[in-house]
């Protein structure tokens, strides 16, 4: 299993994953008011600014105050590294 910090030590499974967004859209602060209504929100900012929001396979929403692009080069760097040890 991969994951990859998605900020304060709070770890994701790369694998589940669907997609990481920016919060600053109407449709996305919809997505995360209902998330948060229906009770599948898992807030890892500790307080910050929400700079991403992870969707993932089980439609749990995770905010996160890393940027996207940042958290996408975690990800990046970690598969990267894993298939170098697995030659």
Not at 22 to 45: F, H, M, V, Y
């Amino acid at each position: 299993m991969i994951f990859v910090n998605v900020g304060f030590g709070n770890l994701v499974q790369v694998s589940k994953i669907i997609s990481i967004l920016n919060p600053d859209s109407a449709p996305i602060k919809r997505l995360i008011q209902e998330s948060r209504d229906a009770g599948i929100l898992l807030d890892a900012t500790c307080g910050r600014r929400t700079r991403s929001v992870v969707v993932s396979e089980s439609d749990h929403i995770i905010l996160s105050a890393i940027q996207s692009e940042t958290l996408y080069a975690r990800m990046q760097g970690k598969e990267a590294n894993d298939a170098e040890e697995a030659e």
